[in-house]
């Protein structure tokens, strides 16, 4: 695992940089989308770079990572529709080559399955980009989920609804119980995993994520396991971390070729 701690506009950069590198090798890549406020600045660069350099989405593929129960097709925060207004309709990328769960399937446990098949059926998701919450959830995947669970139904805690309130006018009566999202095991299997987390409120969950046992208690965690990980945290986010001067020390020492 490799943290970088940097101001919130550069590590967007380098985050933005790692895409371009892979979009530009192989086209057709696997892109694996999260929504939130952590992903936005690298969305925002990767946008700026389309329009002025010409970073082509066109042959790519895309999948989100989870989608809320129960909301209508047009409500404003149904992932699917915020991935599309933040990101994919800035750019050349067919709509049809981005694809999420369906939270408003008849049989969701089927949808579930029929997700993974997609995922698995595309080759598996290049790289991953990932927020995570204050009780330490990536994507929907709430403390005390398996480290090992696939794309399912899941209950949202009352902080995770209380945290999302922001995004239904402060209320969190507003805010759905259930969600749809890609399990821990799911997430694991893409090959490049980046987290982004900025602020002091993400603090604690940074630092059990990079320097905290392996726990269920702390979902994150599982990335612990993975081969290719990259952290990016600003100073407030990495204010909870023990080894933070030796993380910045070997990102100032690293050599320039070597890359993320």
Wanted: with cysteine.
């Amino acid at each position: 695992m490799e943290v970088v701690i940097r101001p919130a506009d550069e590590l967007a950069v380098l985050a933005a940089d790692v895409i371009e590198a892979q979009l530009r090798k192989a086209p057709n890549s696997v892109l694996g989308l999260a929504t939130g406020s952590s992903p936005l600045r690298v969305y925002q660069e990767l946008i700026r770079r389309h329009q002025e350099s010409g970073l082509s989405f066109a042959r790519a593929r895309g999948f989100t990572l989870d989608e809320y129960v129960g909301l209508p097709a047009d409500h404003p925060q149904r992932y699917r529709n915020v991935i599309a207004e933040e990101f994919v309709d800035h750019l050349d990328w067919p709509a049809e080559q981005v694809q999420g769960p369906d939270g408003s399937a008849a049989d969701l446990t089927a949808a579930c399955a029929a997700y993974e098949q997609e995922i698995k059926a595309a080759g598996g998701v290049d790289i991953q980009l990932l927020g995570i919450g204050t009780d330490g959830h990536i994507a929907f995947n709430e403390p005390g989920s398996s480290l090992a669970s696939r794309t399912r139904i899941k209950s949202l805690t009352r902080q995770t609804r209380r945290d999302n309130a922001r995004f239904f006018d402060g209320e969190i009566s507003r805010v759905p119980v259930h969600c749809l999202t890609q399990g821990l095991g799911t997430i694991s299997e893409a090959r490049h995993l980046i987290l982004l987390a900025f602020g002091e409120e993400k603090a604690e969950a940074v630092h059990q994520l990079v320097e905290g046992p392996v726990s269920a208690r702390w979902p994150a965690t599982v990335m612990q396991f993975h081969p290719h990980v990259t952290v990016l945290v600003d100073d407030a986010a990495a204010s909870r971390l023990e080894l933070a001067d030796y993380y910045r020390q070997t990102y100032a020492c690293k050599p320039e070729w070597q890359g993320l």
